[in-house]
T-cell receptor, first 115, second 114 residues
Framework: NAGVTQTPKFQVLKTGQSMTLQCAQD?????MSWYRQDPGMGLRLIHY???????DQGEVPNGYNVSRSTTEDFPLRLLSAAPSQTSVYFCASSYSTGTPYNEQFFGPGTRLTVL | KNQVEQSPQSLIILEGKNCTLQCNYTVSPFSNLRWYKQDTGRGPVSLTI?????NTKSNGRYTATLDADTKQSSLHITASQLSDSASYICVVRRGSSNTGKLIFGQGTTLQVKP
């Protein structure tokens, strides 16, 4: 299993540009989510999905869109990049049912800089 | 307010020494508490997951404790190695479902020196 994969690893954008961060998992997990990690702060939830066709907002959703057309993929779209979106973005996945010990698996991250 | 606070913010120890990282939380209702290790430039990796009824859980040289009454957890690292240099993140799941909100601490950065 490849686990959770993210592309690209690094990206530099100019203010106002749009782009899509890709995330895929091969563990047949229902639950997928996007986080951003900023210095001195804990990871913050942007958007999440409990299954194909179902998405919902997290803690900091403004400026981001998501869709979930398949179980495997959960892309994150930046509509019009702003310097405040400079961050490291992590995608994660897990089973949504079962025991409380369901482990959440994180991807390697995408480091985004908006100039 | 649902919060997870970790201390110390950073720590430097010599290889072979033990250390303990602290996590205090005010999350309610509580589902479970997790410790993650995050190497520089990588995503977090789960070390332990503990529910309300568990006091101690080990994963190799890592031992986590949980006191649900005082809402405190600790992560003890025994006989540290250079590869233990990383950020350690305490995470509490709020609510009773497996999709309840995860509340992340800011992390403790550990540096192990030879």
């Amino acid at each position: 299993n490849a686990g959770v994969t993210q592309t690209p690893k690094f990206q530099v954008l100019k203010t106002g540009q749009s782009m899509t961060l890709q995330c895929a998992q091969d563990m047949n997990h229902e639950y997928m989510s996007w986080y951003r990690q900023d210095p001195g702060m804990g990871l913050r939830l942007i958007h999440y999905s409990v299954g194909a066709g179902i998405t919902d907002q997290g803690e900091v959703p403004n400026g981001y869109n998501v869709s979930r057309s398949t179980t495997e993929d959960f892309p994150l779209r930046l509509l019009s990049a702003a310097p405040s979106q400079t961050s490291v973005y992590f995608c994660a996945s897990s089973y949504s049912t079962g025991t409380p010990y369901n482990e959440q698996f994180f991807g390697p991250g995408t480091r985004l800089t908006v100039l | 307010k649902n919060q997870v606070e970790q201390s110390p913010q950073s720590l430097i120890i010599l290889e072979g020494k033990n250390c303990t990282l602290q996590c205090n939380y005010t999350v309610s209702p509580f589902s479970n508490l997790r410790w993650y290790k995050q190497d520089t430039g990588r995503g977090p990796v789960s070390l332990t997951i503990m529910t309300f009824s568990e006091n101690t859980k080990s994963n190799g040289r890592y031992t986590a404790t949980l006191d649900a009454d005082t809402k405190q957890s600790s992560l003890h690292i025994t006989a540290s190695q250079l590869s233990d240099s990383a950020s350690y993140i305490c995470v509490v799941r709020r609510g009773s479902s497996n999709t309840g909100k995860l509340i992340f601490g800011q992390g403790t950065t550990l540096q192990v020196k030879p």
